[in-house]
């Protein structure tokens, strides 16, 4: 008879991706390290895939859609400077890993995600871990959530030919963004863009390159309450 297959230790995986994959590479903001370190990743990555919840690699969620490498995630985070009060606005709720992350980072998360399936998905662990300071939308994330508004942090999950202006206008004072974009003379590359809109002026500046799915948007979709 065979053995059964053993399960992962997922704490210990859990321990080891804080370690090697953000710590070593830079990631000091205390608080994200904390969520992360707290949070289950295997609660948000399909049966068929948790034994690579851990990896340093995006992962299948289904309706070809990822959960993003954790060290992506982590950096994305730590630019935000999350410290607790913020309304932030997630595009692509995807699993929900990020949306729970956010919960935990601030006081709260306003997450669109254009799939109803992975929104209802996102939904359901959301609310089995207790979590409660968020609101999910199913609906076109370029067009944010202006109802809302305004946000002291937006973060995106896909990747959009550019920077989507609905979502500058809705971006408090001082308000930060994080955002993947195509580059214009180079399609098949991806930067990572950082938003900064101050009383006078929206700052922009590229952190680094990046591979995300691209950002769908359907400017005559209408968001609806999930």
């Not at 109803?116 to 939308?137: F, K």
Request: with cysteine; glycine share 6%; hydrophobic share 45%.
């Amino acid at each position: 008879m065979e053995a059964a297959a053993q399960s992962p230790d997922f704490e210990a995986l859990r321990a080891a991706m804080v370690r090697e994959q953000l710590i070593a590479r830079g990631i000091k903001d205390q608080r994200v390290l904390q969520a992360m370190a707290r949070l289950e990743r295997e609660r948000f990555v399909p049966e068929a895939y948790q034994a690579y919840a851990y990896a340093d690699h995006p992962v299948p969620i289904g309706e070809g859609q990822t959960i993003s490498q954790p060290y992506i995630v982590a950096y994305m985070l730590q630019v935000l400077t999350l410290r607790g009060s913020e309304r932030v606005l997630e595009i692509g709720t995807g699993s929900g890993y990020q949306t729970a992350l956010l919960c935990l980072l601030a006081a709260e998360v306003i997450s669109i995600e254009r799939l109803e399936t992975l929104s209802a998905q996102a939904a359901e662990r959301l609310a089995a871990l207790g979590l409660t300071n968020y609101r999910l939308i199913v609906g076109d994330g370029a067009l944010g959530a202006p109802s809302f508004a305004p946000y002291q942090a937006i973060t995106v999950g896909a990747a959009a030919t550019h920077i989507p202006q609905a979502l500058i206008a809705q971006l408090a004072e001082g308000g930060r963004m994080v955002i993947p974009v195509r580059e214009p003379d180079k399609p098949d590359e991806q930067v990572l863009v950082y938003v900064l809109r101050t009383r006078w002026r929206v700052r922009t500046r590229k952190l680094c390159h990046v591979r995300f799915v691209p950002l769908i948007s359907d400017q005559a979709a209408t968001n609806q309450e999930h």
